[in-house]
């Protein structure tokens, strides 16, 4: 899909399709992370998609599936090396860790609204085993989110969600 094709005024639910209609293809995820790269970009250019849940879950996917394709080249790298695997690694080497994904998001005020940025940031954290650091981001989330409900935006049910799982995990 190219972005010519994109005429409305809210390309994203077609952009959606397009990718879920990619994750069918569990072969396609090298084409999958590159056009989520191309799409996230694009959309970022645009700026008004910096607060949108939408726009932060194919953030959240982008690190999903950066981390599948660095994982199954590390598996596979354990049982042969083939001409595409080594390309494979190769790509995967350059990918960016998911910490850094969350630091670049963080630093351009991208989903710093969204529960779900702090959650996942914090969970991967948490599953690289830097607690401190997890907790940090739970923290970080729940100052946020205070700080939205002080300037009198209405809180949603995932906030509320996230607040109680960042109770949970913080004691």
Sequence with gaps: MCLASLAADDPLPIIEE????????PSAQTE??????????????????????????????????SLSIYIICHIESNHSLTHSLV?????????????????????????????LLYITWGFQLANERLFDEANDKFQLGINRYAQLLANGIEATSEAHVFMCVCMCVCR
């Design 18 to 25: 397009f990718l879920k209609s990619l994750e069918q293809q």
């Design 32 to 65: 999958l992370r590159q056009e989520l790269e191309k799409w996230l970009h694009h959309l970022e250019s645009q700026g008004r998609y910096n607060d949108d849940r939408r726009f932060v879950t194919l953030w959240m996917r982008y690190v999903r599936v």
């Design 87 to 115: 390309y494979r690694c190769a790509q995967a080497a350059l990918l960016p860790a998911p910490t850094e994904v969350f630091h670049y998001l963080n630093d351009k005020n991208i989903g710093c609204k969204q529960a």
